[in-house]
Structure formats: structure tokens, C-alpha cells
């Protein structure tokens, strides 16, 4: 597993993925990449101890910032006071600042529904084996991926 997609909606849901995918269905829709490039921002890992991922903190660049005003929050999405996009992954909403500063370079793609839904396609390849263990366990894998 080297991505994880995340489907930004009030109650994010994800898949795990091997390899580049150019489209991506979860909870019933289908998404493409929206076509603005495979780095869009830079990412930390939210922590809440030594590899133990609660959830992603994303930081749009410029051209991607629409989606802080186009996303409704919910108990799982929020926008952080500094412009950054705060996406957990379950119940646990808090997380050790000191261990969530990975700001991560890697790919970071947006793909889009037909509905207008947004979705995030992160690199994986900075986590530990077991928090990429964990991720899958989270989540799953595509159908058509092999862990």
C-alpha cells in the first residue's frame, strides 16, 4: 500500500491503493483525478502516539484553497484556524502536535465525483509499516490492489 484515498465528506471514508489510480470508487460514487496536478499541497499525519494515525492534516496550496470554503465541516472535517484541512479517520478527534508534523511533500492529488464531492489521494511511503498496516485495516484495499 503506497496511497490512501479519502473521501472529504462529514464522515470521511477511504481505500488503500498500490498503485496510481485515475479513478476511484467509494461509498457508492466514483471519482476522477480533478486534473490539478499530483502535488497540491503538503500533509501531516495526525497523531495521538508513536504510530498511531488518527487522521491527515492538509494544506492546500493557493490554487487548491477553494476547498476550505467549498467543504462543509462535520464531526470528522474541519478547517484548522491557520488554513489548514483537518480530516480524521474515527472517533478520536485530538493528537500530539509533536508527533503530527511530518509536512509531507509527497503526491497529494484531488479527484472530484460527478456530484460534486471532493476526495484526496495521499503518498504513503514516509509511514512506518504498521502505520501503513493500521491505514489498511482502517480502510481496505482496492479491489483490484494487492497489500
Not at 497540491?40 to 498511531?52: E, I, Q, S
Not at 490554487?63 to 484548522?80: A, Q, Y
Not at 491557520?82 to 509533536?98: I, M
Not at 503526491?107 to 472530484?112: D, Q
Amino acid at each position: 500500500m503506497n496511497r490512501l484515498f479519502i473521501h472529504l465528506s462529514k464522515t470521511p471514508n477511504g481505500v488503500c491503493y498500490s498503485e496510481q489510480p485515475s479513478r476511484i470508487s467509494v461509498g457508492g460514487q466514483e471519482f476522477r483525478d480533478a486534473g490539478l496536478g499530483h502535488w497540491t499541497g503538503f500533509y501531516d499525519w495526525l497523531r495521538v502516539a508513536p504510530g498511531k494515525i488518527v487522521g491527515v492534516r492538509y494544506w492546500p496550496f493557493e490554487g487548491e484553497k477553494f476547498l476550505l470554503t467549498t467543504l462543509k465541516p462535520g464531526p470528522s472535517l474541519s478547517i484548522d484556524p491557520v488554513g489548514g484541512l483537518l480530516v480524521f479517520f474515527g472517533d478520536e478527534k485530538k493528537y500530539e502536535e509533536k508527533l503530527s508534523d511530518d509536512q509531507a511533500f509527497e503526491e497529494i492529488s484531488l479527484f472530484k465525483s460527478a456530484n460534486g464531492d471532493y476526495g484526496i489521494l495521499l503518498g504513503c511511503s514516509g509511514l512506518s509499516e504498521n502505520e501503513r498496516r493500521s491505514l489498511r485495516e482502517r480502510f481496505g484495499n482496492s479491489p483490484s490492489n494487492n497489500p
